[in-house]
């Protein structure tokens, strides 16, 4: 049996390996993550055939699921993209009135942002910000900072997005609750932490405009785009399909036909195969798309996610490990001792490994992988909510080691140090904000 003070050193090791070998010697974060993961075994005294056994078996838990996924949403997020679906979204927002322009980003990047992993929706949504900074004569800053907010938000708290659906399916909450969670949090985590946050900057947020070449991007013409109404029902259906299994589960008996049917068509996979063929046909057959166009898409698009599934895979042969070398176990006791409330330990610790390693998706995995093991010392703190908490955690501390934070440097022609001052600090609102979301909603709930 290990000291505490082993086990701890052995996690701190870990972490500052995983820093080290991605931020100093550049090495991708799928094989720093591996490496980490021979570390602790080896340091915990692991047996090597056990050790390979729990990282195959931590990659194949993770991504028997998650790939799946992770697939039909690139699917979804594709068609958005190639049909126009998100311009819709954003002319029509612009056309509402009594809503300034930097909430109509914030509006923008929560609806759109359920089907677009992160860095793509800032390439895919900026666009709109330099339309509306071009028509409003609005500093672009003021538009960027919104946007990146919410698409962050979205990302960590809001499945169907992998980092927040792993976090949800590896302890063991409810899908739909953590969406329907994910929808009231959401809101005003992103207004606070963008336009009033601006808003109370005032006039000292420097005015930038849309950078010169960039300034040639061309939008379709809006007799081209899908309706408002497909587009909705295409981002929406996956989400209201799993909350309707969630409402099953409160409601129904688990014997009827009904049960079962809504069970089948509730499950993310099912939900989001169901959501990618419709937008097949919605944005894709019916905006005069042919299917072998369709398929062209399709296999062009799939070539972005290796990235991301080999980061999701070997974050869970970090975790695998973790657990199966005993130093879960052993740090959930340590844990316990510090009579840290779980909802802010688990908001602390996504919120400095998101700083650490410049990757909210690793972040959350990561800190799924440390909080997981103590939850069975606080069984009245419920899955969500501690889902919640860790995706809170990693919204904040988007600083230069996120690729997140020089996308919206970049995009919106600001310096270093306003990226810095104006974007990082509404990150870390929305952050606290989130956090303190997830405390009311903890007490009331």
């Not at 991504?63 to 699917?75: D, E, P, Q």
């Not at 666009?127 to 900072?145: D, V």
């Not at 069975?376 to 988007?398: F, Q, R």
Request: with cysteine; glycine share 10%; hydrophobic share 55%.
């Amino acid at each position: 049996m290990y000291s505490d003070m082993w086990i701890f050193g052995t996690l701190i090791s870990s972490i500052a390996l995983i820093v080290f070998t991605i931020v100093k010697l550049k090495i991708h974060p799928f094989l720093a993550l591996l490496f980490s993961s021979f570390f602790v075994g080896s340091v915990m005294g692991m047996n090597p055939v056990e050790m390979i056994s729990a990282i195959e078996n931590g990659v194949g838990g993770t991504l028997g699921f998650l790939a799946i996924v992770i697939g039909l949403g690139t699917i979804l997020g594709k068609m958005m993209e190639i049909s126009g679906a998100a311009e819709r979204i954003g002319l029509t927002l612009q056309r509402l009135p009594y809503i300034s322009a930097d909430v109509v980003m914030v509006l923008i990047g929560l609806v759109c942002g359920i089907t677009l992993f992160v860095e793509v929706g800032v390439v895919l949504l900026i666009p709109l910000a330099f339309s509306i900074a071009k028509k409003t004569n609005t500093s672009l800053l003021k538009l960027a900072i919104p946007l990146g907010t919410a698409l962050m938000t979205v990302h960590c708290i809001m499945p169907p997005h992998p980092a927040a659906l792993y976090v949800t399916n590896a302890l063991g909450a409810d899908v739909g609750t953590v969406i329907l969670y994910g929808f009231i949090l959401g809101l005003p985590t992103a207004l606070i932490g963008g336009p009033l946050f601006l808003k109370l900057v005032g006039d000292r947020l420097p005015f930038t405009s849309v950078p010169a070449e960039l300034a040639s991007d061309q939008e379709k013409g809006e007799k081209d785009l899908p309706s408002l109404a497909a587009t909705l029902f295409t981002i929406l259906l996956p989400i209201v399909l799993m909350l309707l299994k969630t409402g099953a589960e409160l409601k129904l008996d688990e014997s009827t036909t009904l049960y079962t049917v809504i069970e089948f068509i509730g499950n993310p996979i099912t939900a989001m195969f169901i959501a990618a063929l419709n937008a097949y046909y919605l944005l894709g057959l019916k905006q005069n798309m042919g299917m072998a166009q369709l398929l062209d898409k399709t296999e062009n698009c799939f070539s972005s996610i290796a990235n991301i599934l080999l980061i999701i895979g070997a974050g869970g042969a970090f975790n695998g490990v973790l657990n199966a070398s005993g130093l879960g176990d052993g740090l959930a006791t340590i844990l316990a001792g510090w009579h840290m409330h779980p909802i802010l330990l688990a908001w602390l610790v996504a919120l400095v490994m998101h700083a650490a390693v410049g990757s909210a998706t690793v972040a959350m995995m990561g800190s799924t992988a440390i909080v997981s093991p103590m939850l069975v010392l606080y069984p009245d703190v419920s899955p969500e909510i501690i889902t919640l908490a860790i995706g809170s955690g990693a919204i904040g501390c988007t600083i230069v080691t996120d690729s997140l934070f020089w996308l919206v440097k970049q995009y919106s022609g600001a310096s270093l140090n306003d990226t810095f001052k104006y974007y990082t600090t509404a990150t870390a609102i929305a952050s606290v904000v989130a956090l303190g979301g997830t405390f009311l909603l903890s007490y009331i709930i």
